[in-house]
């Protein structure tokens, strides 16, 4: 079983930026695609951008193309999200999640088997 933390949420204006980091431990991190997944109030959790195990193949959910990025580091065992252009329709709680396989067929959340504990993100207007 792989435990996931992440860090980097806050408090950011709209326009601004915030780095997310998931630090995983607990299996071989390189052998795994890794996502990150999002939740506002009032609403279900939703996918937000994935990576494949090597970070040579990446996946965003429309609403954050060009300005989140996914990108993985597998020598620190860790994913991270960067997000630029903030806007207060992002806020939520970011999840960072596990991948079953190498890789990832669609957008699920089935396709992932564990879940970090989340990271608050709050853009105010």
């Known amino acids: 079983q792989v435990q996931l933390v992440e860090s980097g949420g806050g408090l950011v204006q709209a326009g601004g930026s915030l780095r997310l980091s998931c630090a995983a431990s607990?299996?071989?991190?390189?052998?795994?695609?890794m996502g990150w997944f999002r939740q506002a109030p009032g609403k279900e959790r939703e996918f937000v951008a994935a990576?494949?195990?090597?970070?040579?193949?990446?996946y965003n959910e429309d609403s954050v193309k060009g300005r989140f990025t996914i990108s993985r580091d597998n020598a620190k065992n860790t994913v991270y999200l960067q997000m630029n252009t903030l806007k207060p329709e992002d806020t939520a709680v970011y999840y960072c999640?596990?991948?079953?396989?190498?890789?990832?067929?669609?957008?699920?959340?089935?396709?992932?088997?564990?879940w970090g504990q989340g990271t608050q993100v709050t853009v105010s207007s």
């Open positions: 607990g299996r071989t991190f390189s052998r795994y695609a």
């Open positions: 999640a596990a991948g079953r396989s190498f890789y990832i067929a669609t957008m699920s959340a089935s396709e992932f088997e564990s």
């Open positions: 990576i494949n195990w090597s970070g040579g193949a990446t």
